[in-house]
């Protein structure tokens, strides 16, 4: 597995760790695994971090060629600031202007109504959703029938923050089983062997991972990793 890294993706683990969203210690997950590192993207809790975020998120659509879409999907509620940051850094530092729309948990029946809010979405359009991680894919088994419920759409990927690469319900990952489910893409800014790879030497954070540490990840990734 390659771990060179574009200056995008390089300033984006720096940025995890910095806004506090990276942390590493002894973390249950909700599988119930107890886990070396935790991800809380709940800590992009400002106007410059999601500025950032938004930032990040662009470059590597336009690393990857997506930057071609219609729309920029965010599925409620963690999508919806990333899919109007990820459209601000887009017209910002690329002078790209997409389409962002969202999903509502629950049908509005008044006024404009309907489910999704922000860019209509018809046939022929070409969506990129915007997720932080995929851990089960509970919300791409909601969220992708539904665009593919408003017509003939295209779905150009997803892109996530970070591809915790371990195993779900069965021996793929979540972002692999999203893959192969629905046909569609999967983007992860980073992995965590790309994580772990430029934390173990001197890097732009001020973190550098100790020996423990990694021996830690690599045991967990050894127990619930995926190839």
């Known amino acids: 597995m390659s771990h060179t890294l574009s200056s995008n993706q390089r300033g984006f683990i720096e940025f ?4 506090g969203a990276l942390t590493f210690g002894d973390f249950m997950t909700k599988s119930g695994r107890k886990s070396p590192y935790f991800i809380n993207t709940g800590r992009f809790d400002d ?11 662009a470059n590597h659509m336009v690393e990857n060629s997506l930057q071609q879409a219609s729309v920029v999907f965010g599925p409620a509620y ?13 017209k910002r530092s ?14 509005k029946e008044h006024g404009d109504g309907g489910r999704i809010v922000g860019k209509k979405i018809s046939d022929g359009d070409s969506v990129v959703l915007v997720e932080d991680v ?9 969220v992708i029938p539904l665009l593919r419920s408003l017509g003939k759409v295209i779905l150009d990927g997803v ?6 690469c371990e195993r779900g319900a069965s021996s793929l990952s979540a972002a692999q089983e999203t893959e192969q489910q629905f046909g569609v ?9 790309q994580i772990v790879s430029h934390l173990s030497s001197k890097n732009g ?19 619930y990793g995926v190839a």
């Not at 892109?159 to 915790?164: G, L, S």
């Not at 983007?187 to 062997?193: A, F, G, N």
């Not at 954070?205 to 127990?223: K, N």
Request: aromatic share 8%; glycine share 8%; with cysteine.
């Open 47 to 57: 106007g410059a971090k999601i500025l950032e975020l938004g930032e990040f998120y």
């Open 134 to 142: 995929i851990t089960a894919g509970t919300t791409m088994r909601e």
């Open 78 to 90: 963690k999508g919806i600031p990333l899919a109007v940051s990820t459209c601000i850094a887009l």
């Open 159 to 164: 892109v996530i923050a970070v591809d915790r």
């Open 185 to 193: 893409k999967v983007y992860p800014i980073v992995t965590i062997h």
């Open 205 to 223: 954070s001020g973190l550098v991972l100790t020996q423990e540490q990694l021996a830690s990840v690599a045991t967990y990734l050894q127990t």
């Open 94 to 107: 690329h002078d790209i202007s997409l389409g962002f729309a969202f999903d509502r948990k629950e049908v």
């Open 16 to 19: 995890l760790v910095r806004s």
